[in-house]
């Protein structure tokens, strides 16, 4: 069984930067890709970026291109999500989630193609 644990999450000022990790346990080897996602109150959960096993291959939603970069360490089971010139406006829960569908990825959505979810971390952007 797969478990993932994000961690990494705080309050920052705006303009700021944090760097979100997701290590990941279990049964890793045929996962596919590792996505971020995150819900606001009162919004539905977003997809925001996902990366593919090989690392080679990831995607990014239009309001974080250029702040934000995925990467991850297979070595250590981990996915980073380094965000920078952080806005009031990325406050959410963050969450990262495990596919096994081919190009699930290329995607980033929520719904059937990330069946494994973690328990999520807080971000939040304030003065």
């Known amino acids: 069984q797969l478990q993932l644990v994000e961690s990494g999450g705080g309050l920052v000022q705006p303009g700021g930067s944090l760097r979100l990790s997701c290590a990941a346990s279990?049964?890793?080897?045929?996962?596919?890709?590792i996505g971020w996602f995150r819900q606001a109150p009162g919004k539905e959960r977003e997809g925001v970026s996902c990366i593919s096993n090989s690392g080679l291959s990831t995607n990014y939603a239009a309001s974080v291109k250029g702040r934000f970069t995925i990467s991850r360490d297979n070595a250590k089971n981990t996915v980073y999500l380094q965000m920078n010139s952080l806005k009031p406006e990325d406050t959410a829960v963050y969450y990262c989630?495990?596919?096994?569908?081919?190009?699930?990825?290329?995607?980033?959505?929520?719904?059937?193609?990330?069946?494994?979810w973690g328990q999520g971390t807080q971000v939040t952007v304030s003065e």
């Open positions: 279990g049964f890793t080897s045929t996962v596919t890709s």
């Open positions: 989630a495990a596919a096994w569908k081919a190009g699930a990825w290329s995607r980033c959505r929520v719904g059937n193609d990330f069946p494994s």
